[in-house]
């Protein structure tokens, strides 16, 4: 089957609620994925940071092959090696107690928002119940999620959106000053925007909302779905903060390429989940569970996050150089692997370009190309990808010369 029959076979049958490329993907290793007509492609996408390994990787999938054909679900109401092996590791890596498994991000977050209020409700019986976001956040698409999004392209036709969430402006300390008060629960925050268009906290900002959560005894939840596991060159991104958060949020990179998802929190903060409060027929499954301890393990390995610090320098040297040279680019931002060039104006075309001469980046926030290559990306590999993203870049900017 070759990538026009797919697309034709998916934009009959499939919803149309995505904008997609006009390629099928059949076939990925590493680096690289392969379309349906077997063109190679140098992968800075990497599933929206799921692939941070890259595509199949040897150990994730011995690890899910083996599970699978041991056991492949039983459901919540019994326990599995795989899911309270996986949590062990998650815990015994962070500043958390516990750990609620599930699906995806949306669902941690929404699992994340639940234990909050419940938090307070149950344990604190205090009415607390506001969650307070961020402008160019993104939390994912179920209802509370959506709503916690602070995008209004993500709210649009949703109405009636669920009451308790309250906006304030990223990286400005007093605008979270003059939101919070004696009816938020929780600040919800991501320590590196993705969807926003890769937008860092600053230092001194998460350690000040920090403060601030404990003075006003606020939960301080780390939306870490996008920029955690290894992405900012820190196991989590709040090591690189030197903060403790309450409750974090995972997915993405956890289940190497299966659909998992996990809440962390504080022991006393984990109180709020008491039996039959939450729950998942799905979370912590035993395959996933498997494949996301291969994950850690890897990730874990001696000297593979600081190699993620490292070539997260040499990235951001590479696309200060571009900004250097191309006037089209406005700023670079990031951390880690986890890398934002923002245009002059929106980069599709570049996106495309890139496409075509065989290397994945997308665009967020319009006008950010974003790169979120594999962690244990090479040189070799970033030096190509540099070089087409320079070509691509070259075009771009003729262009405008031409308009
Ligand atoms: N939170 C962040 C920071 C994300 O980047 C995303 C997805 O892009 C989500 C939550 C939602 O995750 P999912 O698409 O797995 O529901």
New binding site residues.
Partial sequence: MGNVYIKSLGEKYLMANYSRHPIAFAKGEGAYVWDASGKKYLDFVTG?AVNALGHCHPAVVEAAVRQCKELMHSSNLYWTAPAAELAQLLVEHSCLDRVFLCN????A?EAAIKLARRYFHTVLKENRSTIITFSRS????TIAAATATAQEVVHSGFDPLPGGFAYAAYNDIEALEAVIDDTTCAVLM?PVQ??GGINVADRDYLRQVRELCDKTGTLLVL?E??CGLGRTGHLFAYEYYGIKPDIVTL??ALGGGLPL?AVLATEEVSAGFGPGSHGSTFGGNPVCCAAGRAVLETLLEPGFIEGVRDMGHYFMNKAFALAGKYDCIKEVRGLGLMIGIDLNRPGSAVVDACREKGLLVNCAAKTVIRLLPPLNVTQQQADRAFSVLDEALAEFSEAEEVE
């Fill in positions: 929206l995806s991000g949306t669902e977050n993104f939390h994912g698409r991501e993705g969807e939306d779905i996008q997915a993405k998802g």
